[in-house]
């Protein structure tokens, strides 16, 4: 595609454009766009118009514009996401059924837990994940398998980087994380007691493919002085049979 005067291709700008919604903020104006993508307002209203008539954006009568069904449908076709959640979604059902709380799964995309799915009781307590949404690696408790058992390049950037503190308890001290890692590979779960909330605990476990590789955590939220056995045996339990169903699928 065409470069801007600054060198910057048409791609990386429609991208910026696109990237300016979060789950948070799903609906905007073109010069809301614009600020968030960096881009002139100019640029950005001409390109908001091409994505809305290719349908890839919509725009309500007071001209506000949300991410587009069109962009829905092209992203979800032969997605390895969606297979993975397809395969996972009856056993998260399972779990839920039982733990009533709420339960998710996961898998790591840029340095990041992306959350696929999330199902939750009505009267279910505190968590701040979101279908689509992002949490720290460092933590939370899906966050922490999927960097447990990551790759040691993906372990290091971590570890270098910035770990913020969402709590008191959150571990920001790489010697503290690197042990707790160390702990969550010995154990095959992760366990989270207010990282995040202090009102919430955390458990997570790997799915793995065929190969053994880690492709995903499956995690519920209790509140936090819950007790943990029930629920870790239903994760390990649906992890298993994740895998024997995605093997299935191949």
């Not at 390109?47 to 991410?67: F, K, N, P, Y």
């Not at 819950?226 to 870790?232: D, G, S, V």
């Amino acid at each position: 595609m065409a470069n801007s005067t600054s060198g910057e291709s048409m791609t990386a700008r429609l991208v910026r454009v696109l990237e300016a919604f979060t789950p948070t903020r799903t609906t905007l104006t073109a010069a809301e766009i614009g600020r968030a993508a960096g881009l002139p307002s100019s640029t950005a209203h001409r390109i908001v118009s091409e994505l809305v008539e290719a349908g890839l954006l919509e725009q309500d009568e007071d001209r506000r514009v949300r991410i587009g069904m069109r962009l829905w449908e092209l992203a979800t076709r032969s997605s390895h996401a969606l297979l993975l959640r397809q395969a996972a979604l009856p056993f998260m059902e399972q779990v839920q059924a039982r733990v009533r709380e709420h339960t998710q799964l996961a898998i790591l995309d840029q340095d990041e837990p992306l959350f696929l799915e999330r199902l939750s009781h009505p009267d279910a307590g505190a968590n701040i994940t979101r279908v689509a949404g992002r949490l720290p690696l460092h933590a939370s408790s899906s966050g922490l398998v999927l960097l447990a058992f990551g790759d040691r390049p993906l372990q290091e950037r971590v570890l270098a980087g910035r770990l913020r503190a969402f709590t008191r308890s959150t571990p920001t001290d790489p010697a503290v994380l690197r042990r707790m890692l160390d702990g969550v590979r010995k154990a095959g779960h992760a366990v989270t007691p207010g990282f995040l909330d202090e009102d919430s605990t955390g458990l997570a476990v790997p799915v793995r493919d065929e190969a053994g590789r880690t492709v995903a955590a499956l995690s519920v939220v209790l509140p936090r002085d819950a007790p943990t056995a029930f629920a870790l045996a239903e994760l390990h339990r649906a992890a298993r049979a994740i895998q024997e169903a995605m093997g299935h699928r191949r």
